[in-house]
């Protein structure tokens, strides 16, 4: 059973809370509590105020059934969020908002923990460049076109430096000749600012945005987690472990974890198979273009993303699906063909997967929102 809903924010499927509620782990009155209805499942939502510019989120929630959530995007917002995964290893994640419509699924029984550091205006210029200076060279350019492209489709033209554009992407609109606001159109979606192929690239982004989560991670995240102060104390404390763990996430971007010739060899073959997913080389065969080995090649893609070139290339696949699924007229076989699928249910599965609902459901899920 799925359930739907469409809603005008994304906080909307919760209900208020209270602070004095007694599965949160510290709080204050200060505090905003949001809890999950009984009919879609449980848990909470806590949202520590810092600065004004500056908030820490605790999620600890579980949905009964799949959600479907369809919701305008938070616009001028950027975070950082530290996901627990139980017994498995979790990630840390750099998340912006530029306030386009999306259409999210929150996976029945499965717990969703995490913390999550929220910057808005003035912070979140700062915090966003950090993150594009922290990319890898072949990575960065892909940002950079990604930042023009959008401010070349909300103003028509480029401004002269990358650092303008993104600022005043991110800066709240002022004035007569502030960009136009792309989250005041309900149908408004992000692949109408691209093209094809920067879409493509863009999958990489993903990849560069998520970092496994570290033993200095943990420890600094129950740290917070168990803070033992309240009032302005509190929040001095929780502010400075929610700026180390950021802080953690972008040494990590650029700590080494392969040798320059080696990792250069693993951007390479990535690219290789994102520009040829519908019929990719063998792995012998990228091996040879890429001059390295089978078992290099293997662990390279491990160690930079966390999966096989196989894995890369699938999830890559269902990236390109789910741009045809929401931007075309075509039928779930032809998209999956389209994408280098011979087996349709095959496809399905795989889609499923990744993004937890079916191609057809994500399909009629996107003409319900741009009826």
């Known amino acids: 059973m799925t359930t739907r809903l469409v809603l005008n ?17 510290h709080s204050d009155s200060c505090d905003r509590v949001l809890t999950c209805p009984p009919h879609l499942g449980q848990g909470y939502k806590q949202e520590i105020q810092l600065r004004d510019d500056l908030s820490l989120w605790i999620h600890d929630y579980t949905t009964h059934n799949d959600v479907v959530i369809d919701a305008p995007g938070e616009s001028n917002l950027l975070e950082f969020d530290f996901i627990s995964a139980g017994h498995n290893i979790g990630y840390s994640v750099f998340v912006p908002y530029f306030g386009f419509r999306e259409v999210v699924v929150k996976r029945a029984q499965k717990r969703v923990f995490k913390v999550k550091v929220a910057f808005k205006p003035p912070a979140v210029v700062g915090y966003f460049q950090a993150f594009l200076e922290r990319l890898s060279p072949q990575t960065q350019p892909i940002a950079e076109n990604l930042i023009r492209s959008m401010y070349r489709h909300r103003k028509g033209y480029s401004s ?47 990849y560069a945005a998520c970092r496994q989560l570290s033993s200095e991670m943990e420890r600094v995240m129950g740290q ?56 990719p080389p063998t792995l012998e065969e990228l091996c040879r273009q890429v001059g390295s080995n089978r078992f290099k090649l293997n662990q390279g893609f491990h160690q930079v993303y966390g999966t096989t070139p196989f894995g890369y290339l699938r999830a890559c696949r269902i990236w390109q699906a789910q741009r045809l699924l929401r931007m075309s ?32 459901a994500f399909q009629m899920q996107v003409c319900q929102w741009a009826s």
């Open 9 to 25: 924010h994304w906080e909307d499927w919760l209900e208020p809370g209270s602070p004095s509620d007694t599965r949160l782990l």
């Open 160 to 206: 002269s430096t990358t650092a303008e554009m993104l600022h005043q992407i991110l800066q709240p609109p002022t004035g007569t000749g502030s960009l136009r606001s792309i989250s005041a159109d309900p149908h408004f979606a992000f692949e109408q600012a691209i093209t094809e192929d920067l879409y493509t690239e863009m999958f990489s982004l993903g």
């Open 224 to 279: 917070a987690l168990s803070c033992p102060y309240q009032g302005a104390t509190r929040r001095s404390y929780l502010e400075d472990k929610a700026l180390k763990l950021v802080l953690l996430h972008l040494e990590d971007m650029v700590r080494p974890c392969l040798k320059e010739a080696d990792l250069n060899s693993i951007h390479e073959a990535a690219a290789i198979l994102r520009k040829q997913s519908v019929i």
């Open 329 to 360: 007229n075509m039928s779930v076989g032809q998209v999956a063909t389209a994408v280098g699928y011979t087996n349709c249910s095959r496809f399905a599965s795989a889609f499923r997967k990744q993004t937890g609902i079916n191609p057809k």
